[in-house]
């Protein structure tokens, strides 16, 4: 089982609808969840970070964390064309020294 | 100015070669990252170093070796460039934050061995 799941995709999203996509992830150490964007051929961005079980809001992305059930989500509302990009899931389990464990990450195409 | 570089940008390399992939950073961040990332796939931590003198094995170090020259540089070296270390390369850094650390990526190196 790898440490860090993410469905592959293409998750296919029309233009102003929400993505949602999920992150499981194996380590019940795990500490912080980071979200990453990464257009092709390009660096990661991130996109939010979340340590606490609930919701994080910011502008049109909302991160979602649930520990006892060991995912993380992040939706997108009011997906614009320019969302399209693969997002990676990234995972620190604390006491590894900020090492971060990627999932595969999910692309999204949105669709105008 | 960009805070994270990576020389060369792309290297097109042969079986056997020697390569030497350099990462500097401007962010004054004391923590450096090595990570190989092949197409469809997420990335893979090779070395990392959280000061000049640490230095890390991640997942993936057989066939690379590294070198903290100083605090702002990172390289990364493939002693014996084979086919399947074809990928795309990415230094990161980050500053210790506890549970809100941080990792910034470079643009990245594509190397090609054929």
């Known amino acids: 089982q790898k440490e860090v799941e993410q469905n592959s995709g293409p998750l296919s999203v029309p233009e102003g609808a929400i993505a949602s996509l999920n992150c499981t992830y194996s380590d019940r150490g795990s500490q912080s969840f980071f979200w990453y964007r990464q257009y092709s051929g390009k660096s990661p961005e991130l996109i939010m970070f979340?340590?606490?079980?609930g919701d994080k809001e910011d502008g049109r992305f909302t991160a979602q964390l649930n520990k006892a059930s060991q995912y993380v989500s992040l939706l997108i509302r009011d997906s614009q064309p320019s969302d399209s990009a693969t997002y990676l899931c990234a995972v620190n389990v604390h006491g590894a020294g900020n090492k971060l464990t990627f999932g595969g990450g999910t692309r999204v195409l949105v669709k105008p | 100015d960009a805070d994270v570089t990576q020389t060369p940008r792309n290297r097109i390399t042969k079986t056997g070669k020697r390569i030497m992939l350099e990462c500097s950073q401007t962010?004054?961040?004391?923590?450096m990252y090595w990570y190989r990332q092949d197409p469809g796939l997420g990335l893979q931590l090779i070395y990392y170093?959280?000061?000049?003198?640490?230095?890390n094995k991640g997942e993936i170090s057989d066939g690379y070796s590294v070198s903290r020259q100083a605090q702002a540089k990172f390289s990364l070296s493939l002693e014996s460039a084979i086919p399947n270390q074809t990928a795309l390369y990415f230094c990161?850094?980050?500053?210790?934050?506890?549970?809100?650390?941080?990792?910034?990526f470079g643009p990245g190196t594509r190397l090609l061995v054929l």
């Open positions: 962010k004054g961040h004391d923590r």
């Open positions: 990161a850094t980050s500053d210790a934050g506890g549970r809100q650390e941080t990792q910034y």
């Open positions: 170093s959280f000061d000049v003198k640490d230095i």
């Open positions: 979340i340590y606490s079980n």
